[in-house]
T-cell receptor, first 107, second 114 residues
Framework: RKEVEQDPGPFNVPEGATVAFNCTYS??????FFWYRQDCRKEPKLLMS???SGNEDGRFTAQLNRASQYISLLIRDSKLSDSATYLC????????FGTGTRLQVFP | GAGVSQSPSNKVTEKGKDVELRCDPI?????LYWYRQSLGQGLEFLIY????????KSGLPSDRFSAERTGGSVSTLTIQRTQQEDSAVYLC????????????FGAGSRLTVL
């Protein structure tokens, strides 16, 4: 089993839609969780950290479920500019990236 | 990204040759990572350096791969006797500040092995 698993997608959604991604992790000792965004042929950039109580940043909401060992990212009111690959990152000791979920928002 | 400079940005080499990829990070970083990303794939952890501790080399795919960090700053990833499956983008990333687990990535070095 991979340490961090994501549905690769692609998720094709219309503008304005709400879309959610999940990411499961295997190491119960993981302490830090993040979502990164990667545009085509660019380096990954931090989107948001994931806090135990859940957190929101504008249209983006991140949640952590320790019991089931997954984190989620919800994007509301999708924009064309949200089209990218979303990578979850888990830190038991070193930062492990999931393979990413590709999102394509269409007009 | 700002704070991490990688070179070369593109490298084309012949199978069997050795290559060196360089990462020049901003001073004051607390940890330095190398990842590999093959076309259409996720990031594969290779190695990380933190402080004066021995590096975590658990992600290096074979003994043809090695990395060092000189003076706690510049890092070089060396691939000996390159193979076609080594073709990928090699990304260097740093953590800034103690207690921060956020990574700042360089733009990467794209390696093509013919």
């Amino acid at each position: 089993r991979k340490e961090v698993e994501q549905d690769p997608g692609p998720f094709n959604v219309p503008e304005g839609a709400t879309v959610a991604f999940n990411c499961t992790y295997s190491n119960s000792a993981s302490q830090s969780f993040f979502w990164y965004r990667q545009d085509c042929r660019k380096e990954p950039k931090l989107l948001m950290s994931v806090y135990s109580s859940g957190n929101e940043d504008g249209r983006f909401t991140a949640q952590l479920n320790r019991a089931s060992q997954y984190i989620s990212l919800l994007i509301r009111d999708s924009k064309l500019s949200d089209s990218a690959t979303y990578l979850c990152v888990v830190n038991p000791d070193k930062l492990i990236f999931g393979t990413g979920t590709r999102l394509q928002v269409f007009p | 990204g700002a704070g991490v400079s990688q070179s070369p940005s593109n490298k084309v080499t012949e199978k069997g040759k050795d290559v060196e990829l360089r990462c020049d990070p901003i001073s004051g970083h607390t940890a330095l990572y190398w990842y590999r990303q093959s076309l259409g794939q996720g990031l594969e952890f290779l190695i990380y350096f933190q402080g004066n501790s021995a590096p975590d080399k658990s992600g290096l795919p074979s003994d043809r791969f090695s990395a060092e960090r000189t003076g706690g700053s510049v890092s070089t990833l060396t691939i000996q006797r390159t193979q076609q499956e080594d073709s990928a983008v090699y990304l260097c990333a740093i953590k800034r500040g103690s207690g921060a687990n956020v990574l700042t990535f360089g733009a990467g070095s794209r390696l093509t092995v013919l």
